[in-house]
């Protein structure tokens, strides 16, 4: 069975600071990775997906994640992060061949200060 | 572009009450999901439907049923309300049955209360 690992619930970090929310997977087959923001009293908003080909995807607002096969991850990085980034952020997985169904992690809630 | 569309946003529910969750998508997507999202669990699938008139349950449908007689909506239906059913629920749709985009688009979700 699929599921999703995200190490950390909260990571607090310093405005204009790098961060790196970090995602684990497990699943027998290949699999789709995504990586969704909530801000709060909000729905879920796309930030960037791997298909496949490059190991590097870059998304909206400056984040980019990088798939890795061999450590079953997909770490989501930002070199700079603004106070507007505060939200919670999920990993999420799909198994080819599916119905599309997402694996939801537990979530990482960002809070950037000033 | 409305996207998915959920009502109501907020509702108070008694313990044995029923009600219906609106869902609508105005993309022409064939699929179209129900999650619900508990603090610090993430979101869990209910039911999902890959077309008008094909629904299947997902990780969590106890309590719950779904119909999909459109393309465009998708209500999911509460009969006898429990305190276990309070959440944030979302509904979601992607068209990958016919690009294989597996993107999800999510509407903006209906906290639920049971009392």
């Known amino acids: 069975a699929q599921s999703v690992t995200q190490l950390d619930s909260q990571v607090p970090v310093f405005e204009e600071a790098p961060v790196e929310l970090r995602c684990n997977y497990s699943?027998?087959?290949?699999?789709?990775l995504f990586w969704y923001v909530q801000y709060p009293n909000q729905g879920l908003q796309l930030l960037l997906k791997?298909?496949?080909?490059?190991?590097l995807v870059k998304g909206i607002n400056g984040f980019e994640a990088e798939f890795n096969k061999s450590q079953t991850s997909f770490h989501l990085r930002k070199p700079s992060v603004h106070i507007s980034d505060t939200a919670e952020y999920f990993c999420a997985v799909s198994e080819r061949g599916s119905q599309g169904n997402l694996i939801f992690g537990k979530g990482t809630k960002l809070s950037v200060k000033p | 572009n409305a996207g998915v569309t959920q009502t109501p946003k907020f509702r108070i529910l008694k313990i044995g009450q029923s009600m219906t969750l609106q869902c609508a998508q105005d993309m022409n997507h064939n699929y179209m999901y129900w999650y619900r999202q508990d603090p610090g669990m993430g979101l869990k699938l209910i039911y999902y439907?890959?077309?008008?008139?094909?629904?299947d349950k997902g990780e969590v449908p106890n309590g719950y049923n779904v119909s999909r007689s459109t393309t465009e909506d998708f209500p999911l239906r509460l009969e006898l309300a429990a305190p276990s059913q309070t959440s944030v629920y979302f509904c979601?749709?992607?068209?990958?049955?016919?690009?294989?985009?597996?993107?999800?688009?999510f509407g903006q979700g209906t906290r639920l209360t049971v009392v």
């Open positions: 699943s027998s087959v290949s699999v789709y």
């Open positions: 439907s890959v077309g008008a008139g094909i629904t």
């Open positions: 979601a749709s992607s068209d990958r049955g016919q690009t294989r985009n597996t993107e999800a688009f």
């Open positions: 791997y298909l496949s080909g490059s190991t």
